[in-house]
């Protein structure tokens, strides 16, 4: 796969291109990377890509024919050109996921006040990373990109991504390190057992009271299974020990201390 990333200040990307799974990813070349800087392709004698508004208004607004033409250059033409933009569908992990399975992605990155309405001509869809202000599409841009990359295969291990936060609308459960008390907060006993049908079920229900208490509006899109159906019972009558926990519990191995 490869993005493509248009932009007026590549220098901000450094940082992101050179660390973690991203730099893997590029080393082993599960995908290519392509910065764009949207300067470059200014007919202004003075390179400015920026202009005051017409019919008067605040700030500078990027203009049409620098990011037209940069968009012009991109190789493969089928590109999916996505324009970062606060009037954009929300990016969510689906977007993430559908943007996985394209051979090229473009994103224009927006900056000053915006980006001429004519722009919008020239792209596919328009993308924002929340209800928020940024002071350009960069911090968007990479977001995305992290979000796409690491589900392309060779990225990172599969098994990471078999049970994630989003998957299926619901969040993850908690995770747990050595040492098993730390400053009194002790990991549950249920995870040291090696009942790993047990130890499943316990996560499965601690994923369902998360979303419910924190992302209601998620757990609202995640359909129930029968399963999910009793341990949500169990949660609302308050069995903090059911039978299922308590055989395994007492059938477990011994516990780490």
Same mark, same amino acid.
């Given at each position: 796969?490869?993005?493509? *990333?248009?932009?007026? +200040? @590549?220098?901000?990307?450094?940082?992101?291109?050179?660390?973690?799974?991203?730099?893997?990813?590029?080393?082993?070349?599960?995908?290519? *990377?392509?910065? *764009? &800087?949207?300067? !470059?392709?200014?007919?202004?004698?003075?390179?400015? %890509?920026?202009? =005051?508004?017409?019919?008067?208004? #605040?700030?500078?607004?990027?203009?049409?024919?620098?990011?037209?033409?940069?968009? $012009?250059?991109?190789? &493969?033409?089928?590109?999916?050109?996505?324009?970062?933009?606060?009037?954009?569908?929300?990016? &969510?992990?689906?977007?993430?996921? &559908? +943007? #996985?399975?394209?051979?090229?992605?473009?994103?224009?990155?927006? /900056?000053?006040?915006?980006?001429?309405?004519?722009?919008?001509?020239?792209?596919?869809?328009?993308?924002?990373?929340? !209800?928020?202000?940024?002071?350009?599409?960069? *911090?968007?841009?990479? #977001?995305?990109?992290? #979000?796409?990359?690491?589900?392309?295969?060779?990225?990172?291990?599969?098994?990471?991504?078999?049970?994630?936060?989003?998957?299926?609308?619901?969040?993850?459960? =908690?995770?747990?390190?050595?040492?098993?008390? +730390?400053?009194?907060?002790? %990991? @549950? !006993?249920?995870?040291?057992?090696?009942?790993?049908?047990?130890?499943?079920?316990?996560?499965?229900?601690?994923?369902?009271?998360?979303?419910?208490?924190?992302? =209601?509006?998620?757990?609202?899109? /995640?359909?129930?299974? $029968?399963?999910?159906?009793?341990?949500?019972?169990?949660?609302?009558?308050?069995?903090?020990? @059911?039978?299922?926990? $308590?055989?395994?519990?007492?059938?477990?191995?011994? +516990?780490?201390?």
């Amino acid at each position: 796969m490869r993005i493509n *990333i248009l932009t007026l +200040f @590549p220098e901000m990307f450094d940082g992101f291109l050179t660390n973690s799974i991203i730099k893997r990813a590029l080393a082993k070349k599960v995908v290519e *990377i392509k910065i *764009i &800087n949207i300067r !470059d392709f200014t007919i202004d004698k003075y390179r400015r %890509v920026d202009t =005051p508004p017409i019919g008067g208004g #605040a700030g500078l607004i990027m203009k049409c024919q620098p990011i037209v033409d940069a968009l $012009k250059s991109i190789e &493969n033409p089928r590109s999916h050109k996505v324009l970062m933009s606060p009037k954009g569908k929300q990016f &969510n992990q689906q977007f993430a996921v &559908n +943007f #996985a399975k394209l051979e090229d992605l473009t994103i224009v990155c927006g /900056h000053y006040e915006g980006v001429d309405e004519r722009v919008s001509n020239y792209i596919d869809e328009e993308i924002s990373i929340g !209800d928020y202000v940024l002071t350009g599409g960069e *911090i968007g841009a990479m #977001a995305i990109s992290d #979000a796409v990359i690491r589900l392309l295969d060779g990225a990172i291990a599969d098994a990471s991504l078999d049970e994630e936060t989003f998957t299926d609308n619901l969040l993850e459960y =908690p995770q747990y390190t050595e040492p098993k008390d +730390f400053d009194g907060h002790v %990991v @549950p !006993d249920i995870l040291y057992t090696g009942n790993h049908e047990a130890i499943e079920k316990y996560r499965r229900k601690e994923s369902l009271r998360l979303t419910r208490e924190y992302r =209601p509006d998620l757990f609202k899109k /995640h359909v129930l299974t $029968k399963q999910d159906q009793k341990l949500l019972k169990e949660i609302d009558e308050g069995e903090e020990e @059911p039978k299922w926990l $308590k055989q395994a519990l007492e059938r477990g191995q011994k +516990f780490t201390k």
